[in-house]
């Protein structure tokens, strides 16, 4: 190879570096996404329960019915093998305190 070659090779392969970390970067929101609408099913089934149960046991607080769906989802997580990190447990409580809200706006 001329030194011209390896220098227009050089200049190829940095300027497919921005594109392969904009690849990479896209595959992780890919998968990040997926387990984040997996979660999202789960509590929503979860909630669900929750409320059936609540039926038959109407002194149940709003802090129990979260706790009781919250645990439902953790232990869900952990058998899909999603990890259960505190940045996910905060982001599940805020998404059944907006479901909560919204379907109470509904009413």
Excluded: C
């Amino acid at each position: 190879m001329t030194p011209t070659e390896i220098k227009e090779l050089i200049i190829a392969i940095v300027g497919l570096i921005p594109t392969l970390v904009s690849v990479i970067a896209l595959i992780v929101n890919i998968i990040k996404n997926k387990d984040w609408k997996l979660i999202m099913s789960m509590a929503d089934t979860a909630m669900t329960v929750v409320e059936k149960y609540s039926i038959d046991h109407p002194s149940m607080t709003s802090e129990q019915k979260l706790d009781m769906a919250l645990e439902a989802v953790k232990e869900s997580m952990a058998v899909a093998n999603i990890k259960v990190t505190p940045a996910k447990i905060k982001r599940v409580i805020e998404y059944i305190k907006q479901s909560i809200d919204w379907f109470n706006g509904m009413k």
